[in-house]
């Protein structure tokens, strides 16, 4: 398994914004997709966004328009830019990866959980 390193989390007020970031510089995959997931309390692990070798994204309905994913090549590093946040953002946010690329026509699958191979440890987020 390739170890992905979450960053970024911390505590904003409703309203903020935060960066997180996933350190994939062992993940030398040229063909691969990254997600973001999260986890809140008593509740089940929730698919956020995703993006592929070639640049494709996809996000949750809710998600849309208040978070984006990126990726820096040159780092090997993913990121979550969440923007508005609010108090049921509150949650634990992972990184994951699989060596397979999306298709425009098909990235459903991007946000399931059971898609992604490697995980990361998490990173906190409490919004108040």
């Known amino acids: 398994h390739v170890q992905l390193v979450e960053s970024g989390g911390g505590s904003v007020q409703a309203g903020g914004s935060l960066r997180l970031s996933c350190d994939a510089s062992r993940y030398t995959y040229s063909s691969y997709c990254m997600g973001w997931s999260r986890q809140a309390p008593g509740k089940e692990r929730e698919g956020v966004a995703a993006?592929?070798?070639?640049?494709?994204?996809h996000y949750a309905d809710s998600f849309q328009g208040r978070f984006t994913v990126s990726q820096d090549n040159a780092k090997n590093t993913l990121y979550l830019q969440m923007n508005s946040l609010k108090p049921d953002d509150t949650a634990m946010y992972y990184c994951?990866?699989?060596?397979?690329?999306?298709?425009?026509?098909?990235?459903?699958?991007?946000?399931?959980?059971?898609?992604?191979?490697?995980w990361g440890q998490g990173t906190q987020v409490t919004v108040s």
């Open positions: 993006i592929d070798s070639d640049g494709r994204t």
């Open positions: 994951a990866a699989v060596p397979i690329a999306s298709t425009p026509a098909d990235m459903g699958w991007t946000l399931k959980q059971g898609a992604y191979i490697d």
